[in-house]
């Protein structure tokens, strides 16, 4: 079956099962390795994506429920030469130590920064709660978003 779509502003076409995850068709599919595998089970946010907008887990999403929808991954938010704000801001607090959970957190710091430009400390810690990071970096990763909104990061 063929799933219409958008990933990053672009049309796309899969012909996969509906029953496959999001992050097996982003990352098999479309070469799109941003997304990463964690837990399997929406609990750890290593995969988080923007459906329309919104921060959603990919890890078990079946694609089949999002034709016609949009889908914004990492890779979406900026370029190497021209990088997101969030992500400049990661970069420049030093955000992140092994990196695996950083584009599912950047992708979650995006969509609060979106809905509100100047959210406070807790409002960033309780937008971000849902992701597991290991190597003890959240409070780089708080000053970085602060950060982020501070230069206004645009949506």
Do not use: W
């Given at each position: 079956?063929?799933?219409?779509?958008t990933?990053?502003?672009?049309a796309?076409?899969?012909?996969?099962?509906?029953?496959?995850?999001?992050l097996d068709?982003?990352?098999?599919?479309?070469?799109?390795?941003?997304?990463?595998y964690?837990?399997?089970l929406e609990?750890c946010g290593?995969?988080?994506?923007?459906i329309d907008?919104?921060a959603?887990?990919?890890?078990?999403?079946?694609?089949?429920?999002?034709?016609?929808?949009?889908?914004?991954?990492?890779?979406?938010l900026?370029?190497?030469?021209?990088?997101?704000?969030l992500?400049?801001?990661?970069?420049?607090?030093?955000?992140?130590?092994?990196?695996?959970?950083?584009?599912?957190?950047?992708?979650?710091?995006?969509?609060?920064?979106?809905?509100?430009?100047?959210?406070?400390?807790?409002?960033?810690?309780?937008?971000?709660?849902?992701?597991l990071?290991?190597?003890?970096?959240?409070?780089?990763?708080?000053?970085?978003?602060?950060?982020?909104?501070?230069?206004?990061?645009?949506?």
């Amino acid at each position: 079956m063929s799933i219409h779509f958008t990933v990053n502003g672009q049309a796309a076409a899969v012909d996969v099962d509906p029953a496959t995850p999001l992050l097996d068709v982003l990352r098999n599919q479309l070469d799109l390795k941003g997304s990463r595998y964690g837990c399997g089970l929406e609990q750890c946010g290593t995969c988080m994506v923007l459906i329309d907008g919104e921060a959603a887990y990919s890890c078990a999403r079946e694609i089949g429920s999002l034709a016609g929808h949009s889908v914004t991954t990492i890779e979406g938010l900026g370029t190497p030469s021209e990088p997101h704000p969030l992500q400049r801001a990661f970069l420049e607090e030093q955000a992140g130590q092994c990196g695996y959970c950083l584009s599912g957190i950047i992708v979650s710091a995006k969509a609060l920064l979106d809905r509100n430009p100047s959210p406070t400390r807790a409002e960033i810690v309780d937008a971000l709660d849902k992701h597991l990071c290991r190597c003890g970096t959240h409070t780089r990763i708080i000053k970085a978003v602060q950060k982020a909104a501070a230069m206004g990061a645009p949506a």
